[in-house]
């Protein structure tokens, strides 16, 4: 069963304590554990401590307990009754209960936290109205910086793999993403080791040699090995390529 109240944050190091409330306190102080260990508290005195001792040190103990209406004054009495938020005296950041007044959040948090209020189904409306439309650069770059450093869960990779099973590309896009039809430059193509090698590189690949156990182990992986007439093509392609890659680079060390 949930429990509102006020609670203290102590520390084995020195006197300075936290003072806050709470409508569920274990979920509360998941939640600030979780912050200090990322760095990312709304406290920086607190958050300071914890960067140069440990978490470790931190006692999380429960002063009492209240109705959630009765919760802001009963902070305000508490805050008052420690003066927590002198920093000579505690971490707290603001001296009003219920009020971050002076707090800087960053762009990000500040998205976080308007997700985090928002219910399940005004969360599909914003998804369902945001289908198809343009969003801005600034609207890009605030997502991009909600999303960054989130890990993804297992479910999330499984969804975003079963998404793109079967997916197949345009010959547009295709263009886009080969290098097919680009010009490079000749230093750029020589930096290609797939396509054009240095002399350097071809001579240690020519005084290569293999064991015998590894002659064996690339002569039974290639026995009934059969290639489609596409991959063929590919093959003849690239082994084309190569050729012309080769007089190419033979040109630019005669012409050096």
């Known amino acids: 069963m949930k429990k509102s109240g006020i609670y203290i944050i102590r520390n084995s190091v020195n006197s300075k304590i936290y ?3 709470a409508v569920d ?3 509360r102080f998941r939640i600030h554990k979780r912050e200090l260990l990322k760095g990312k508290h709304h406290s920086k005195h607190l958050q300071n401590f914890v960067n140069k001792h440990s978490i470790d040190e931190l006692i999380f103990e429960i002063i009492e307990e209240c109705e959630k209406v009765d919760l802001v004054e009963r902070e305000q009495y508490w805050l008052d009754f420690h003066q927590s938020y002198n920093h000579k005296l505690g971490f707290n ?13 960053t762009e990000e948090t500040k998205l976080k936290m308007s997700l985090a209020k928002k219910t399940p189904s ?6 369902a109205f945001s289908i198809g439309r343009k969003m ?3 609207a890009r770059a605030k997502m991009s910086l909600a999303k960054k450093g989130k890990p993804l869960t297992k479910e999330h990779i499984d969804n975003i793999r079963l ?8 010959e547009e896009t295709k263009k886009k993403i080969g290098r097919k039809g680009k010009k490079f430059t000749e230093e750029q193509r020589l930096k290609f080791g ?15 040699v293999h064991s015998e156990e590894s002659r064996k182990k690339m002569s039974e992986s290639a026995q009934g090995r059969t290639f489609s007439e596409e991959t063929l093509q590919k093959m003849k392609e690239g082994r084309r390529i190569n050729r012309e890659n080769k007089k190419q680079q033979l040109n630019i060390q005669l012409n050096a």
């Open 122 to 127: 005004e969360l599909a409306r914003l998804k």
């Open 25 to 27: 306190f274990k979920e």
């Open 93 to 105: 950041i603001s001296p009003t209960a219920g009020n971050t007044f002076g707090t800087r959040r």
């Open 19 to 21: 003072i806050g409330s």
């Open 194 to 208: 797939r396509y054009v090698r240095t002399e350097e590189t071809l001579q240690k690949i020519r005084g290569r």
């Open 163 to 170: 998404s793109q099973r079967g997916r197949t590309h345009s």
């Open 136 to 138: 801005s650069d600034e």
